[in-house]
């Protein structure tokens, strides 16, 4: 379309912009109407988001419909993490997230593929085959509600208001500690996608080769690895499972900012993705036991506001390489992470 950069910076950050705002939102609407309807209207918008880009040629619409994509996904992703926990037991929901964030990675790693594929010879095809997936999802998911006694799970809740409700997040320190450092958490960790390819491409020879096995080997890592360390980690406590996920992603940073070849690179990297293996479901865990049996939805709601590390993680870290050097970004973001260690145990 010949669009700016600017436009473009634009354009795809309404996504992340609209799915901050929107995740509480949507997550209190899934504890008051129930998860089903806002699941099933969140997937069919979708679907017509991307039968949309399919059709229009303007810039602003681009922007309209990217900016309802990122709202129709944050309503989403609280609603189905929420009706997950409705219909598993306690003890077994952290598998059941673990289960989650390895179909997320593995539709990460082929999503990209095909989209690339796709681009050099349609790049509307894309957008109609991802349309089209989002609609058989949808219907899908209709087909198995009928099948759920989701009305015996949501019957007999509390029903509060919407400003109730974020008046109960608002006084939950544990909480507010929690998304601090989730939100500082996700600064650190996307450094890998933002600014380490930067940095090694400038200081490292094959930089962009050892970044590119980097990101295979994470997404080999998480797809084969995430059930079975989910398992062994059930026997320490969920803040300890944390510490040490952080512990090993502040390790992962200290390792790429010392690059000097294969050697280092993967085993930072290695660090890193174990790291992460280890943190995200145990966050998702953990904002399952804070969250009161009538607003989990609004809980993993608010917990969307982990994504403004998503938009700052870039910014901080694009700055800090800027003006100091990739080295000393990568070491200061790092002991960041380990101040929020220690605030987390406290």
């Given at each position: 379309m010949d669009a700016s950069p600017l436009v473009i910076g634009l354009t795809v950050a309404m996504s992340p912009l609209m799915g901050t705002v929107g995740g509480f939102v949507g997550g209190h609407l899934s504890d008051r109407f129930g998860r089903k309807p806002i699941?099933?209207?969140?997937?069919?918008?979708?679907?017509?988001?991307?039968?949309?880009?399919?059709?229009?040629?303007?810039?602003?619409?681009?922007?309209?419909?990217?900016?309802?994509?990122?709202?129709?996904?944050?309503?989403?992703?609280?609603?189905?993490?929420?009706?997950?926990?409705?219909?598993?037991?306690?003890?077994?929901?952290?598998?059941?997230?673990?289960?989650?964030?390895?179909?997320?990675n593995i539709g990460a790693s082929v999503g990209p593929l095909i989209g690339a594929y796709l681009a050099n010879t349609s790049a509307r095809m894309s957008f109609l085959l991802t349309g089209s997936t989002y609609l058989i999802y949808g219907l899908a998911l209709l087909w198995f509600m009928k099948k759920l006694v989701i009305s015996k799970v949501e019957t007999d809740k509390k029903i509060v208001s919407f400003a109730n409700a974020f008046h109960v997040v608002k006084t939950d320190k544990a909480l507010r500690y929690l998304l601090l450092g989730i939100i500082v958490i996700n600064i650190g960790y996307v450094q890998m996608d933002s600014n380490l390819p930067q940095f090694l491409a400038k200081h490292v020879e094959n930089g962009i080769a050892i970044f590119s096995v980097l990101i295979t080997l994470n997404a080999i890592m998480v797809v084969m690895l995430q059930v079975s360390i989910s398992h062994l980690a059930e026997k320490f406590s969920l803040m300890q499972v944390m510490v040490v996920g952080a512990?090993?992603?502040?390790?992962?940073?200290?390792?790429?900012?010392?690059?000097?070849?294969?050697?280092?690179?993967?085993?930072?990297?290695?660090?890193?993705?174990?790291?992460?293996?280890?943190?995200?479901?145990?966050?998702?865990?953990?904002?399952?036991?804070?969250?009161?049996?009538?607003?989990?939805?609004?809980?993993?709601?608010?917990?969307?506001?982990?994504?403004?590390?998503?938009?700052?993680?870039?910014?901080?870290?694009?700055?800090?390489m800027g003006h100091l050097s990739g080295q000393l970004m990568f070491w200061i973001i790092a002991l960041i992470r380990k101040y929020d260690i220690f605030l987390g145990r406290e």
């Open positions: 699941m099933l209207t969140s997937v069919f918008g979708l679907a017509l988001v991307y039968y949309g880009f399919t059709i229009v040629n303007g810039q602003g619409w681009f922007i309209l419909l990217n900016a309802f994509n990122g709202l129709c996904g944050s309503f989403f992703e609280p609603s189905s993490q929420a009706m997950m926990a409705d219909f598993t037991d306690k003890d077994k929901r952290i598998i059941v997230y673990s289960l989650r964030y390895t179909a997320i512990i090993c992603i502040s390790a992962g940073l200290i390792g790429f900012s010392f690059i000097n070849g294969w050697m280092m690179g993967i085993l930072s990297g290695v660090l890193f993705t174990l790291g992460e293996i280890l943190i995200f479901p145990s966050n998702n865990m953990m904002m399952d036991h804070l969250a009161p049996e009538h607003l989990r939805g609004t809980y993993f709601g608010a917990g969307q506001f982990r994504k403004i590390g998503n938009f700052l993680g870039p910014i901080v870290g694009g700055f800090l």
